[in-house]
Structure formats: C-alpha cells, structure tokens
C-alpha cells in the first residue's frame, strides 16, 4: 500500500474504559476515531462498579469526566447500540460494516430530559443494576450516561397483537390499564377498533391463545380488559377528521365490517352512506347477539360516533329491492362496499324438517333482538354446537324453555363455540349430547314431537382438521322435543348480486381479491361474512379496514396493492420470560346470580373492578418490551421520538482498527452447587456492586434481595467461574480478590458492624497499592478463610444460607445472612460469533489470541486489541493496554496522521474591553425538569430587571440547536458581551454554551452559567416557591459575576517534536523504538555500557518465549533507527521548561555535557533484584536468587541440574512490613523455574514454598501443569516462615499450615523468589523531573486507576519497572502505552496554555515559596525577578491546570486564579 | 402405554410396598409394566465395587433383554438405576460381544418416567383424593440424578420431577435444599457414626422447611431413613415423628387405590397419625 491510501481513521470498538482511553489517545495524536458501542451509552463495566481499589475512589466519579470529554471531542464519532458485523480490506485501509441499531429517538433533537421515562407504561429489569432493579421500555441506562439520549427497548411485535385480525396494540393498551392510564388505553384501541365495548363483550379473543403468560400459568383477560376500559371510560369523541374530500362513499350493511369501514372512512373525510335492510344498526351485532350478552344501550352508545362523524343511515333499506347498485353509482358514490353479512340459516337437510316448531337459529334471534318474544316449546332441542347454537340454547331458557338439549355431531373439543358460552349454558341448565346428529325431525299434526338422532364417532380429520364425525349403524334414538331450533350455520343472502357484473363463489359468497377486498366490478369491494361465510366480529372490523384502505386508494388513484401484505409479521425475537416469574392467577370476572340469568335478559358479567383491571393487566409479561403505546411521543416535548425510524448499516473506511469489547461476568448458575438463582440471596460480585452503589437499586443501603433486610454476616465464595477447569475456564480472572477485598471494606464502611469473610483460595493482591490494601481489609477485622466452599445451602425459614468448607483438616458448616459469589470474566457468545465473522483467532478460552512481546497485536494485522478481550485484568493495566493498542494504531497509520481530522475555524474574538457589559439571559425548562418546579416565567421576569441584562429568554431546552441558534442570532443583533445560562449543570453543559459564544465572537470566558436544576429543582421538587426564589438568587449571583467577568488569553505555544527516555532497558528501548516509529525524534539515555536492563538476565518467559532473541532484535532495532540518539553509560543530569519544550541536560560517558530539547519525556529507569540476607544467602553457595537458578538452568549447570531435591521459597523480601507489596512476577518465575527442573530432571523432587501463588489470568495453567508434573507446593504461614540449615545437605524445614504438620527438606539447591526492588536512582530522577515516589520509591502516576502511564506533571510518562514490579509483557505494554500518551502531546503543532490558570501579582509576591510546595503539577516557581531585585513566584501557564491550590494558600493573596479571581468571587457572594 | 420394567431385588425385598405400589399405580393410569423376563441383579451390591467387567456385564444382560422387547426400561430402584444408566453410557462407546445392546431403547427411573407429559397429566386427571395440606419435602438422593453425566438429569441440584407429581395429587412439596444430598445409605453397617449424621441433617432440614414426611424414590433412601429415625430420637431426644413414604404409595393413595393401606403398614415410623390427622385414611 502507499502511504496516500492509508486512512487516517481507527475504529474503536468498546467504550468501556479501554476503548474510552483508546479513543482519546488517537483523537488527542491527530486520527479521527469511530467509536462503536453495542450497548445505548459508553462506560462499560466500570459504569458498574461503586468503587474501586485500591484507593476507594468512587468508579462513577472518576469515570464520568472521562466520558464527557470522549463524548464530546470533536475527533471522536460516538456509535453507540451499533455492532460491528464484518471487517475487510488491508492494514491501513479497511472497510468496516456497522449496524447502527435505531433508538427510535432523533438523537439531535433528544435532550436527554427524562419525560418519556416518566410516561412510559412499561417496566423491565435493569441490566445495569444487573436485575436488581427496573427501568422503563424507554431509558437511558443511567443518570450519567453518554450520550444523555433516550433508547426505546423494542422488540418483535407481540403475539397478541400479530393475532388480532384488527392489529389492535394489545400490549399497549393492557400497559396503560397497569398504571390506571384508562383513558389512554381505551384512546389507544379505538385506533385500531372503534367498537371496544362491543368487542370487549363479544370477542372470542383469539389474542388470548397466543398469549404467552399461557407458559407460567393461563393467558390474560385481555377482552375483559378492554371491555372494563371502555366501560369506565364510556364513549369518545372521535379523533379528528382529515378535510372533506368531497367523496361519496356508499357501504351496504351495518354490521362490524360496515361500521368500520364508515368509521375510517368520514375519518379519512369521505361522505359516507350506510345503507341497511334492517330497520336498526348493526347487523349480526343487533340482530343476532342477545341483550344479555351485547345490550343494546352499548351497541347504541358505541354506535353514535358514527353519526357524530356525519355518516348518514339509510334503515329499511335493501340493495337490490329498494336500491341497485347501478343506482348508487348515478348517484356520484365513487365506490361501494358490500358487508351484507350472512343471516340466511342452512337447512339440516332432514326430513320434517319444514314442520311448525322447527326454527332456523338466526331468525329466532333476529325476531327476540328486534323486541319480539318467540314462543319457545317446553323441551327444546338445539342443533349445532357454534355461538349461535349457543345464543339460541340460552335465549330458549329465558323465554321459559324447561329444557334444552344440546344436539352436536363431535366432541366438546371439535366444538366452535368458545368455552365461556358453554360453560355459562351449562351453568344455566343446558344439557349437551354429543356426538349426536338428527337424521329426522318427527312432527304430529304437523308440530315437532321429537327428534330422531343417530351416534357418531370420530373418524380422521377432514379439511378443517376436526376428525370426520362417522355415523353408527344402528344406533338412531329419539329425543322428545317440541320444538327444534336449528343452528348449523349461515350463507349470505346475495340474490340482489343477481346480473350486477360481481362474480360469486362456490361457496356462495363474494369473490374478492383477498388482499384488496375489490370485487370483480370496479369500485366495489366486498368484506365480512358475505365475502367469508359466517366468522367472527374482529374479523369483519378487520375486513372494514382493508376495505377502507383499499377504497381510499382507489378512490384517490393509487395502487390497490403496492406496500401491503396479508402475511404476518414475525416474532421471534421476544423479551425472555423472566426466570422465577411468579404465578399470579388470571382475575375472574363476577356474574348475576343463576335465578336472574334464567329469568330475566339482563347482561350476565358485570366487568372487572377497577382494582382487578389492573391487577391483571400487570400480569403481562410485555413481550415486546416497547408497547408501541406512544406516551413517549406525546411527552416528548421536544419531538424527538420516532417509533419508525430504522436501523441504518454503515459502511466506514478506516485504517485500523481496536477491538476493546470487554467481558461478561462468569454466570454463575452454571455452577448449581452455590445456588445462584434459586436462593435469594445469593448474589454475584457485580449484583453486590449495583447494591453498594449510592446510586443502585438500594440507594447504597446494604441489604439482602430476597427481604431487604440488613445482612449482618456476609461471605464472599471465590473463584466462581475461575481456576476450574470443570466449567473450562482454567483460567484466573485476575481481579475478583482485590474486588472481593473492596467491597467487603466498602460494605464495612456501610456498616461496621458487618462480620465479612472472604472464602479463598489463594489472595491474589499482585498489583500496585493491593498487598496493603489487603493487609489493610485483614487488620479491620474482614475474616479470610483459606478454604474452597464446596456447598451453600439454604435454610428455609430465615433464608440464611449454610456453607460447607473444611479448615483445620474439619468439615465446618456455618451460617450466614448473604453470600455473593465472586464471579470470573469470561468472554461472552456474542464476542466468540464477531471473532468468527472478522476472522480472529481466539485463544483457548475464547480470549483474543496474542503474542506475549506483541500483546495487543491481534491475529490479524491491523487489528489491535485491549483490555479483558485479551486476557482478565483490571482497569489501570486495561488503560494501559488501550493506550498501547493506540500506539499500534497509530505508528501503522503514521504518514495519514491529521488527515481526517478537522480544525474548527471560529470568527475573530471581538474586542469587549471598554464595552458596558451587555448581558443576554437564557433560563431553561429542561422540559419539566426546571419547569416543573421552578416558575421561570417568573425567573425570566426577575433577571430582566436586573442592571446590565439586555435580553432574557426562556427556553424550553437552552441546550437544544434552535436555541443555539438563537443564542448566536442575539449576540449579534443585540450586541450581546456576555451570556449567562441558567440550566442543568455545567459539567455537562458549560462546554457546550462557550463553545455556542465562541461561534458568535466572543471570548468563551464571557459565559456564566446558573445552575438551577441540579442544585435547585432536583433538590427542592417539593418545595416550588422556595425554589424558585432561590432560582432568583442563583441567577443574580450568576449575572453579578458575568458583569465583571474579563476575556481570557489563551496563547499557543509551539511544541518540540522530539522525546528524551530515561533508561535503556526493555521498556525505554520499546518506548524509543515507538516515538521513533511515530516520527519523532528521541534521546535515549541510558547509564550502564550496555542496553537491555534486567531483561538480559531472563532467558525465558513463563509462557516459552525467547527473550534474550527478542532483546537482541530490539537493542538492534533502536540502535540501527536514524531518528533514535542512544546515549550509553550517561546519565540525565538536569531538567527544565515546561510540556511541549523541556531542556535536558545528560552527561555522556566522556563526561561531556550535552544539552537535547524535548517536547516530552518517558521516564524508564527500571528496577532491581534484593540480595536476600535470609535464608543462608550469600553464606552457601547452594542458595540463589531465582533469577540466579534461571541462569544456572540456562548455562546447564550440573550442580543444579543433578539435584535431587530443589526448594524454591517464596515471598523473600516482598510482603513483609518493609516492602509491604507484592513482586508480581516471582511466582511465574517460580513456576517456570519449576517446570524446567522438572523438564530437565524429571528425577527431582521440586518443592515451592509459598503463601499464595499468584499466577494470575492465563499463567494459572502453568501452576497447573507444574501441579500435575509432581512439583510440591507447600504452602506456609508468614509468622512461622521456613527454616534452613547447612549441612551436608541444606535442611529446609517448614510447617504446613492447614495440615499443622513439619515438612523436612533436604535439599541440594535453594532458590529464593527475591523481592523486586525500586530502581537506585530513583531519587534522583524524581528530583530532577519533579516526579513524586510512592511509599515503596517506585515512581507515582497520575491516578492509579485512570492515568497509569502519565506523571502528575505534563509531558512525562513512566513506565517498565520504575512504576512497579510486572512482566516483560506488562512492561513492553506500558511502554507502547507511553508512546501513545506522549504522542498525544508530540503530534500536536502547538498546544493551548492559559485561559483559567494562576497568575502572579508580583508586587504582593514576598517569595515565601509555599505556591511551589503545594502545586501538584510543577507549574508554579520561584524565579529571581531582575528587576524587583528578589525570587517571585512564577507560573508556568502550559502546566497548571487551574486548580486553584496555589491561590488558595498563598499568605499574601499575590495570586488569583483568573476566571475565579477574589473579586469575582467576592461578587458573587455580595450578590446572595 | 407399555414399558419395559426392571423391579430389581429391593422391590421383592426391603421395599416389597414400593413394587406393589408401582405396579398398582401404573395399573391404575394404564400403563403396562412389561417386566423383563430372567432378569438378573444388577449389580449394585459388591460387584460393580469389585469386579469392573460385572459392574458392566450385569445389567448390560438386561440392557440387552430390554432391547429384545424394544420397549424404554423402566427402573424404581435408584441404585439398579444407576448400574443400568452406566451400563447404557459405556456400552455406547465399548459394546460387549457377550451382551447385544444397540442403544435402541433407554433406561428411565420411575420418577422421570412418571413426570413426563403425559403420565403426569393421567395423574392429575385419576386424583380420586388430593392431598390436600400434606406437607412433604422430596428427597430424591444421591443416585437418581447424579453425577449429570450419566443420568442426564438437567436439574441435578434441584430436580423437580418428584414435586411435581406431589403437587398434581394435591400435596404441598416444600422448597427445601437437601433433595440431593447423601443419606449414607451404602455406609449403613459399617459407618453408623456417619449415617447417624447424615439421615439428622436431613430430618432435621426437612423440618426446618416446615415438611411433615420425605418422600422417597430409592428403596436404599427410605430404609435408612426410615429404619434410622427412631434410633436417632433416642439418642439426640428429638422425636421427629417424619413418615417416609415411597412417592408411589402417595400417588396411590391419592388414586384412591384400595391397597395403599397395606403398603403403609410395612414402614417403621408409622404414617397413619399424620394421614389420619388429613383426613387420608
């Protein structure tokens, strides 16, 4: 590839804080950054955590800062819920395929304000308070999410709704029953279906079959429910209608499918005409539903809306008698729709059956529904088993029928009528035969005397897929009836078709386009029951709005059939029904007593109450989590929701990539013996976080899920998904004993009266600050117990749980209120399936497979990897990592570097000065989160009178890009010098706002910003007149301020593109080797003859690498690079100048002074090895360090190598109360050492006496393989350490703890794991860099969490083993990760110094030196002042960062911090 | 519905009631238990603990019996079960020429079998007297679902099986978390000291989740359990009064079948006090 294909873009995948730093890194070093996120936010895990170790600091405190200014850096493009689907191309130009998952919410016009959640009906659990707690379907995932954007949770459409003919939004409207919306509800179905009160009665709900509550136990009432919300919502006026159109519409039949179509259709602003045979409206609904199931006031009421909506009825009057349709069409009706229903009954086909008595089932109905009362037999017989048979059995009871059989031809199953009716028949007295079918109705004197039936049985299913019933020979009986009602169905009555151009079926029904309902004749379209046969009410409404659809189409010339489909959608991809979902019975509606439902016509069910309305409607388990219920979109006020915006797929073109995707906690239930998930409390590390956190699901109170109560004995079971290879995870997760430690100091902190015990196997405290934090957790009384539980119980009344370990060679059981699991990291499915879609090797754990000298090198070139994906580790070394994957990144795309970036021109800064100041105020709304509480009405009036404010706005969302605009516009035209905002609060926003004035000219410190939500309308919600006095008071001390408010100077200073790196062994040289890479220019200096440090005592690593053959290649490297000054036998000497333009001094090894300018520097000085003074070393020759044994190994020596016993102890020098830390690398080499004796010597006996092996993430299976090669581990107790002796042979002697038994050794060679120690010249090199030690005088970083490789001061890096004891990988990792971090400095042309920053007012100044002793960063000192004759204090303004410290402590006041001077301040309180 | 059906040696012995209450209550939901013919022990006495190619060629002589009438085998006894279920496992990879067993039909414990589908809708729909109020915890031992491996069991640290058939007769089946825990069965002669502990935990727990019987389904379980108990109130002063039943003489009682009377009368802790106190006897 040239170097001008090369793209100067990385995408980043993860925003945890890996791909945060990663991010920030390349953005800060000239590369335009694609983040893509799969989850709504960026944050990741440590979004999670409470707090963390080992300084205690709240997670979300540090983290959030970050996540602003990566959110908002003008270099980075955030693309949250987006997944990376599939990578290709080559290193330095690859095209990446990204799904952006829709939101549903316009990112640009949403504010993040919160209404919608607020309205939003639906509640799921919470992922990130990790089930703990609930959120809405709509959500951000936490206060401090980045983006503040909404996400809209949504699912497949659900069953229920995919169901119902009419597609009513089931869900939606069972949603807003659930929180006592009725009327929203009831809104919400009379968009779909007009009639809810009507088919809230009637529905045979076949929604209800689909409805999968049916899997935890029955389906919901969802008919009763509709039925009960318009019942208690009563009738609506319609929505409105569109404009007239000037179109007339006839429809034919007023049953459900005429009704409907009338309806949509005068909403779509047709003049419709319904014409009815019929004297009454509704057809079937009128005529063939008794009263006591659909009372005819609700058909009335539900009805009226029609008329409401201007459809004109035209009763008694029926097509082909009183009308034709050739007629209608000479009477300018565009169109026609047919939905005359069918009430003609079919014949049995029986003999008699024309005699007196014999009635067909519709017309009896038809004749009691127009008022009538039909003489009824005393001993009815009914044939057929549908509704209708029912509806007549029924009715036969009322008019005062003794009896009524039930004659039906199958089985209770085969029966079409649905279950309620019949058990209701029942209930009322009907009796059913069946599989019973009349051959002959016999009649005397031409009345019914009985019925003449034959027995069937069942034979194989027939086209319906009911099983054939089969008449049995011989088996006729009589049944003594007198009077037969007849109900086997139903055929439309189309005579009047006769001759008019429309075609019929076989059926005899109308022939229709199923899809578009349009008939044979143009502008005639057929639906209901005419068109199906007899079905049921839903689906003729259905049919009505097809047709509507269809005619507006047609009648307005478009396409009948473009965009429509009679297939379902899917669903599939549902919310998963909650494991342990509670069975909550389905609400059963009460009815009239018996005597009245026989007696008398009135309505048997008497709907729910409203108690029980919702009650029910809470039992749905919201399947597609969003309702579609479209509160959201009527909240929002800023109009940002959008239920139909799409997933967009991208195409992006970048030149590398980074994958930082994280981890997903072990699940723990696949380890059933700590029973996670059947026992409530039982809860995994990360639960526990959520509940520690002031912000989870307990407000930060240390309680129990199952009862909330306070625990009072806490244990934490480690290595949960960890170091068991049973579950295949062999690995160590690296982290969970230093959080276990955490939260159980966190938890003591909650409460101290906590007995917290920590179940482990060996305390992995291996990193920097951890071996005293943990010493720190046993001295406050946390209990640790080496011990690997091997049961939980669960106690049934108190929900205690029991736990079963052995110590002290017993099997113990003890009880406690909540266990939490500390569970591993592992790498989820969906990370393993976008490793096979890219391509990428994993390792054996599923982990991104990498090379030890190359660790963020993934398998395939130009992809980098960071963080957890490549190997468990906690987040000072993941930011490390990611720092390191930017550097890869970076030095491939070198020559494309600044490509794609932009620089933002901004107008030249008006001159203020001189001017009265002229002050514009914007108080915010924010939606109702301002508004709501404070009256800024009121607010807005006050700041108008107040002097020097020319303008004052109010504003529904200042934050929004109208007002933005806004802000600019009156800046100009009014001539604006200064803005103040009052809104939510600046930590978020104040960028924002200067950075709108700065578009408009003005100096970006001419903003003030009041902050009245956070401080005021969040605190005081209750309390709205104080608030808003006190939203007054905020605005005038805010508006004082800006009146004094000054621009101020920020000037650029040029950079000097080269680096200096103290210290030439492996992590100087890889440091060097990247800047070089990079293209700048570095000195490296080191002070012994030769390159390479420690490294070149290390023959190999844990893992089988060869490092003396890496080394060598590397001194090669930096010695051949033409831009790398290598200075050896030298020493750094001096150093001055500030970030960006420091001056060294180095004396070279001829003792000449040599002076180098750098723009930064990387301290790399190393580390040494402790000469023991214990344990006979330096006394026998037969002891040795390890490192020693190492090189004995390597050089073959015989001594060793013929040994029959070899000791390696442990922990020599490191953990005691000396060096209180842990030398992290010495059980790796232990192990090592160990496998090779072995290797070599299989013969000898190789012991390890420890005190806790800390062969972290995937070292843990060469402790295990040392396990099974026979080497011993012995483990022992610090207080009672080994003992040695020489002799003939050495005599190790040691006591074995857990077994309290002595060990004797006799031993030929003694290694010891010697302690790793600070490098010499620490001391020095502080001095001279001005870079703070640690209490063990290894160098300090910045923050131990988030700034691993940087120094306090800017523009100096440290990494390798200067920082601390690590690994030759960690170290090569940290010192990519400074190259990354210096380069952030020396890509930069210039960098930007002043703005708020101290200065000095030399007059005042007495030189008393005090400023330089408190400020943490370097930036102030003391200078001799020519001209004032003595030292001052000076400020260098490129290194402070203005906090203020050095104002704030000097005795004579002789510095203000400017923007925040005394007298601003002092302002500002004069103000309140 | 017809099986396969292995009674083993127990169920002509110690557990006499609970092979007559299998095969009533099988009777009882039509199902016809077709007992191999010539079966032979299998093996879960010293043999499998000291012979390897017995612990194999035992029941896989009635593996192969099974395979000649093609029909599932059904099992009652938890320890035959397990031989059976090893055997069924290493004859899939390493065939015995003496024995032909194909892997055509499957062994299944009684308890499984009965739990499936549509047994266990049989169940509900035959319930002539619901428990109704009897408060029973399922113990279901170490045998039947364990290890996973071989039983294939997907809920081996907490199998339902049994509580759900419980719950169709009416009865209350406790949430308790000992149903798989050791009894101490095979150490009964010679560990007392242990199983004294063992069968005291699980006494002790059942109660302690609000339980008045166990309810057992391997004929090792209920001995020790039952024989064990009064020996234990002697010497701890605690009269734990708890009946262990074999699951099936509960279905059967429930099925209203006229023998359960006669099975009960064989336990040593005698069940009528706490039946009678139901209203089941």
Redesign the interface.
């Known amino acids: 590839m040239t170097t001008s294909d090369m793209i100067g873009s990385v995408m980043v995948v993860g925003g945890g804080i890996g791909g945060i730093q990663a991010a920030l890194d390349l953005a800060e070093s000239g590369y335009k950054v694609y983040l893509v996120e799969e989850s709504p936010a960026i944050g990741g895990r440590m979004a999670q955590l409470d707090k963390t170790f080992p300084t205690n600091d709240c997670s979300m405190c540090i983290l959030s800062p970050k996540l602003v200014e990566c959110g908002r850096h003008p270099n980075i493009e955030l693309l949250t819920y987006s997944q990376l689907l599939d990578i290709e191309g080559e290193p330095g130009n690859f095209k990446a395929k990204v799904l952006k998952r829709s939101r549903y919410i316009d990112p640009k016009k949403c504010t993040g304000c919160g209404e919608c959640t607020q309205a939003c009906p639906v509640e799921v659990m919470s992922e990130f308070d990790q089930g703990l707690g609930t959120r809405k379907a709509i959500y951000r995932p936490y206060a401090q999410a980045f983006p503040s954007t909404f996400t809209i949770d949504k699912k497949d459409r659900p069953p229920c709704v995919q169901t119902c003919p009419a597609g009513v939004n089931v869900q939606g409207y069972v949603a807003l029953i659930s929180k006592g919306k009725f009327e929203e509800a009831c809104k919400l179905i009379r968009e779909e279906l007009p009639f809810p009160g009507i088919l809230g009665r009637i529905c045979p709900h076949p929604c209800e079959s689909e409805c999968r509550r049916r899997l935890v136990d029955e389906p919901l009432a969802i008919c009763d429910l509709k039925w009960f919300v318009a019942d208690k919502v009563g009738t609506m006026p319609p929505r409105e209608k569109k404009a007239e159109k000037g179109k007339k519409v006839a429809i034919v039949g007023s049953g459900p499918a005429g009704l409907t179509a009338a309806y949509y259709l005068a909403l779509e602003g047709f003049q419709v005409t319904v014409f009815e045979a019929l004297p009454v409206i509704g057809g079937m609904l009128f005529v063939g539903i008794p009263e006591y199931r659909l009372p005819k006031k609700i058909l009335g009421q539900e009805t009226e809306v029609l008329e409401q909506l201007g459809v004109e009825f035209r009763l008694n009057t029926r097509l082909g008698k009183d009308i034709s349709l050739d007629e209608l069409f000479r009477q300018d009706y565009g169109a026609v729709f047919i939905a005359v229903g069918a009430h003609r009954g079919q014949r049995l086909g029986v003999p008699g059956e024309d005699c007196a008595g014999v009635v067909q089932g519709a017309d009896f109905l038809r004749d009691l529904n127009l008022g009538n009362r039909p003489k009824v037999g005393t001993k009815v017989a009914v044939v057929g088993g549908g509704n209708v048979a029912i509806d007549a059995t029924r009715s036969a009871l009322r008019l005062g029928a003794k009896e009524v059989i039930i004659v039906y031809r199958r089985s209770r199953a085969e029966m079409p009528a649905s279950d309620e009716e019949v058990e209701a028949a029942l209930a009322e007295g009907a009796k059913i035969q069946y599989l019973v079918a009349p051959v002959e109705v016999i009649a005397r004197n031409g009345s019914v005397e009985g019925l003449r039936c034959i027995r069937m049985e069942l034979g194989e299913p027939d086209a319906s897929g009911r099983r054939r019933p089969i008449p049995v020979p011989g088996s006729e009986f009589t049944i003594e009836v007198d009077m037969v009602i007849t109900a086997i169905g139903q055929v439309p009555d189309l005579s009047f078709l006769a001759g008019s151009g429309i075609s019929l079926t076989d059926r005899s029904t109308v022939e229709v386009d199923p899809l578009t309902l349009a008939t044979s004749r143009p502008g005639v379209f057929a639906g209901g029951d005419c068109h199906t046969g007899p079905g049921i009410a839903i689906e003729a409404v259905a049919a009505g709005k097809r047709a509507t659809e269809s005619i507006r189409r047609y009648l307005e010339g478009e396409d009948l059939r473009q965009g429509r489909t009679l297939e379902r959608e899917k669903s599939e991809n549902l919310r998963e029904i909650p494991e342990g979902e509670a069975r909550k019975p389905r609400a059963e509606m009460a009815s009239i007593s018996l005597e009245r439902r026989t007696a008398t016509f009135d309505e048997v069910r008497l709907g729910f109450t409203e108690d029980q309305a919702v009650r029910e409607a809470s039992r749905c388990l919201e399947c597609g989590v969003c309702s579609e219920c479209l509160q959201c979109v009527a909240a929002c006020k800023a109009e940002a929701v959008n239920h139909r915006l799409g997933d967009q797929l991208l195409e992006l073109q970048v030149g590398s990539i980074i994958l930082a995707p994280g981890y997903e906690a072990f699940d723990p239930k696949l380890k059933g013996e700590h029973g996670y998930g059947r026992y409530q409390n039982v809860v995994t590390s990360l639960e526990f976080e959520r509940i520690l956190s002031a912000s989870g699901p307990y407000q930060g109170q240390v309680l129990r899920p199952g009862d909330k109560k306070h625990p009072k004995r806490i244990a934490w079971i480690q290595c949960v998904g960890s170091r068991d290879t049973s579950i295949g995870n062999g690995y160590c997760s690296s982290v969970c004993c230093m959080y276990a430690i955490k939260e159980a100091a966190i938890a003591r902190e909650h409460r101290p009266d906590l007995d917290l015990t920590i179940f482990y196997n060996d305390i992995r405290a291996f990193g920097k600050g951890f071996e005293a934090y943990y010493e720190n957790a046993k001295k406050s009384g946390i209990r640790f117990v080496k011990s690997i539980v091997s049961g939980v119980k669960e106690l049934q009344q108190s929900k205690n749980l029991l736990l079963t370990y052995v110590a002290d060679g017993q099997v113990q059981e003890e009880e406690f209120d909540l266990v939490v699991l500390s569970v591993g990291l592992c790498i989820p499915p969906r990370l393993r399936d976008m490793a096979e879609r890219i391509g990428l090797n994993l390792n054996r754990y599923g982990f991104c497979q990498t090379d030890e000298f190359e660790s963020t090198q993934s398998s395939l070139p130009g992809v980098f990897v960071c963080g957890v994906f490549q190997s468990p580790k906690d987040i000072p070394e993941t930011v490390m990592q990611a720092s390191a994957a930017a550097a890869g990144s970076s030095t491939l795309l070198a020559p494309a570097r600044g490509s794609l970036v932009k620089e933002k021109e901004y107008p030249p800064e008006r001159d203020v000065s001189g001017e009265p100041p002229r002050i514009g105020v914007f108080v915010c709304h924010c939606g109702i989160n301002i508004g709501g509480v404070v009256d800024v009405p009121e607010v807005v009036e006050y700041a108008r009178t107040l002097p020097n404010v020319v303008c004052c706005e109010e504003n529904l969302y200042t934050c929004s890009q109208d007002t933005q605009d806004r802000m600019k516009q009156q800046i100009q035209e009014l001539g604006l010098n200064r803005v103040v905002v009052a809104s939510c609060t600046p930590r978020t926003h104040e960028p924002l706002f200067q950075e709108t004035i700065k578009e408009a000219g003005l100096n970006r410190y001419l903003f003030t910003m009041a902050n009245i939500r956070d401080q005021c309308s969040w605190v005081h919600m209750r309390e709205k007149e104080a608030a808003t006095e006190k939203a007054k008071d905020l605005v005038r001390i805010a508006v004082s301020r800006s009146r004094i408010a000054e621009p101020l100077k920020e000037t650029a200073l040029a950079v000097t593109p080269a680096a200096l790196v103290v210290g030439g062994g492996v992590s100087g040289m890889q440091a060097a080797l990247g800047l070089a890479r990079e293209g700048f220019e570095v000195h490296l200096v080191e002070k012994e003859k030769t390159l390479g440090g420690m490294a070149r005592r290390i023959f190999v690593t844990l893992e089988g690498g060869d490092v003396q053959a890496y080394l060598k290649d590397l001194i090669k490297k930096v010695s051949e690079h033409p831009s790398i000054h290598v200075y050896i036998g030298s020493e750094v000497i001096e150093s001055s100048g500030y970030v960006g333009n420091f001056l060294t001094k180095i004396r070279t090894s001829s003792g000449e002074v040599v002076e180098v300018k750098h723009g930064a520097a990387i301290v790399a000085i190393g580390g040494e090895e402790y000469k023991p003074t214990e344990y006979l070393y330096g006394k026998d020759p037969r002891v040795m360090t390890s490192l020693e044994l190492e090189e004995k190994i390597a050089n073959k020596d015989k001594v060793v190598l013929s040994a029959k016993n070899a000791v390696i102890i442990q922990c020599v020098g490191s953990r005691e109360e000396a060096r209180n830390y842990c030398s992290r690398v010495c059980c790796d080499q232990a192990v090592k050492c160990a496998l090779k004796l072995k290797e070599l010597n299989p013969e000898m006996n190789v012991y390890v006496l420890y005190r806790d092996i800390r062969t972290y993430a995937f070292k843990e299976d060469y402790y295990r393989k040392a396990r099974e090669t026979g080497v011993l581990f012995i483990r022992y107790e610090p207080e009672d350490k080994p003992r040695v002796q020489s002799g003939d042979k050495l005599r190790v002697e040691v006591t074995e703890p857990s077994l309290g038994e002595k060990v004797r050794i006799e031993a030929d060679v003694l290694a010891l794991g010697a302690a790793t120690l600070p490098p010499s010249d620490n001391r020095a090199i502080s001095q001279i860099f001005k870079a703070s030690l640690d209490e063990n005088g290894f160098f300090l970083e910045a923050h131990v969490k988030l700034r691993p490789v940087d120094f306090a001061g800017d523009g100096l890096f440290l990494c390798g083993l200067a920082h601390g004891p690590k690994s030759i990988e960690e170290s090569i990792s940290q010192a990519e990760a400074a190259v990354s971090r210096a380069c952030t400095i020396l890509s930069k042309k210039s960098i930007q110094a002043g703005g708020v920053v101290s200065s000095v007012k030399l007059i005042k100044c007495n030189g008393c030196g005090v400023c330089e002793l408190v400020c943490p960063f370097g930036a102030v000192k003391l200078e001799y002042n020519q001209r004032l004759g003595r030292k001052v204090a000076v400020v260098t303004e490129a290194s402070c960062k203005g906090c203020g410290v050095c104002a704030a402590t000097c005795p004579s006041s002789a510095i203000d911090l400017k923007g925040f001077s005394d007298s601003e301040i002092l302002e500002m309180v004069d103000a309140l | 519905m017809r099986v396969s059906y292995y009674p083993g040696c127990s169920l002509e012995g110690t557990a006499r009631e609970y092979g007559e209450s299998t095969e009533a209550v099988c009777k009882a939901l039509g199902i016809e238990l077709e007992e191999l013919e010539d079966w032979n022990c299998c093996g879960a006495t010293s043999a499998h603990s000291t012979n390897d190619f017995l612990s194999l060629a035992l029941p896989a002589r009635n593996l192969a019996l099974a395979e000649v009438i093609g029909l599932d085998l059904v099992v009652p006894c938890a320890a035959c079960y397990q031989r059976l279920k090893v055997a069924e496992k290493k004859l899939a990879d390493n065939p015995l020429p003496e024995f032909s067993y194909q892997g055509k039909v499957k062994v299944k414990h009684l308890v499984d079998f009965c739990a499936q589908e549509e047994v266990l809708r049989q169940v509900k729909e035959g319930v002539k007297k619901p428990l109704a109020g009897l408060k029973v915890a399922c113990y279901y031992g170490c045998l039947v679902v364990r290890p996973p491996k071989i039983t294939d069991a997907a809920n ?3 199998p339902q099986n049994m509580d759900e058939l419980m719950k169709a007769v009416g009865a209350e089946s ?5 149903k798989t825990d050791c009894c101490g069965g095979s150490l009964v002669l010679s560990r007392p000291d242990v199983v004294r502990k063992l069968i005291g935990k699980l006494l002790d ?1 059942a109660r ?3 339980a008045e019987c166990l309810v057992t389904c391997c004929p090792m379980c209920q001995s020790n359990l039952d024989t064990g108990e009064r020996g234990l109130a002697r010497e701890t002063g605690r009269d734990y009064r708890m009946p262990v039943f074999y699951f099936t003489e509960l279905l059967g009682l429930a099925l209203g079948l006229p023998g359960a009377e006669g099975w009960l009368k064989r336990h040593l802790v005698s069940p009528r006090e706490l039946l009678s106190a139901k209203g089941l006897l």
């Open positions: 081996y640290e907490d406790v949430n308790w978390s000992y727990m302690e989740a609000g």
